[in-house]
């Protein structure tokens, strides 16, 4: 898909409202805190606000942290609201600012948003991030290190620190030019990525100790309870990081995480290492989200969701037996 002229299309706007999906992630917070920067910058006249869920407290190293909004309080009207990282229905409260917004501009890079929910779209499925797609758009005139940072900590993490097959050639030059603005990029990768508290270690320890292999030790699951996360205090930001860890068990094929949300209720993560597409298996529950690494939630006990989702791994796997016989 085209990119479009991000600054023709906002520059009649009073206010802009940027927000992402619910449970923000990494890539989400930084392309909205990039995005509000860089408007800011680029349009001083312009009112522009940022709403998201409350991110995980280590995203308080990107600039604009502290003005993210999270009561969805949208003032007056909004001439352009841009959603990033996501379709519509993972906006979640921005939903209705989204439906009675002026303009909509939509980047997002997950293959389950089809070509985009805006007036206005950039989304390219396989991009290894809506960071990248974000900066893309950007005039090189109004960047700087703060801005860098921000888009930078957005495509490492989506990549896993450029390893997984979403990285590109690209998305390595893209990070070259971004660390030439010298912020401490070892330092914050640290900081956002790799660094964990200690409850965090205890809970992804008792997810490993507790995961079960199975389909001949091509697929493992695990899970964490509601008490577990009530005992350490925790909550779903603590459990970032834990489905990568299966994966990358020796022979596992795909890996299955879940966390309780309610009663009979599981958040689902998925991720898969060569051939299952995982985002197919998300949809049938109705997720969505990347080939590679895909998400949803499904009602029941631990065992009717694991079942459910074996399931439509095992399709998949079984048709990738046949056509490799
Ligand atoms: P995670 O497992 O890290 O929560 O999510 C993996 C990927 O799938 C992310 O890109 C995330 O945005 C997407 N994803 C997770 N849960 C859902 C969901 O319920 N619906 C959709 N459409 N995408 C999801
Ligand atoms: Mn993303």
Redesign the pocket.
Known sequence: MEKFDLIEECKDAKTIFISG?VRP?ADCVSSCLAMYMYLKKALPETKVKVSLEEPAEVFRCIKGFDEIDSTYAADNEVDVFIALDC?KS?LGEAGEIFANAKKRINVDH?V?NGRGCGDVNYVVPGYSSTAELVYDLFDRQYMDMEIAKAVYIGIAHDTGIFKYSNTSPKTLRTAAELIEYGFDFPGIIDETFYEKTYAQNQLLGRALLESIVFMDGKCIVSAIDKKTLDFYNATSKDLEGI?NQLRVTKGVECAIFMYETGSLEYKV?LRSCKYVDVSKV?AFFG????VR?????INGTFYDVANNISKQIELQMKAHEEENK
């Not at 997720?287 to 990347?290: C, K, T």
């Not at 690494?293 to 939630?297: D, F, I, L, N, V």
């Open positions: 999906h992630d379709e993972r997950h389950s489905v993560s998300a997720g969505g989200g990347h690494a895909a998400g949803c939630t």
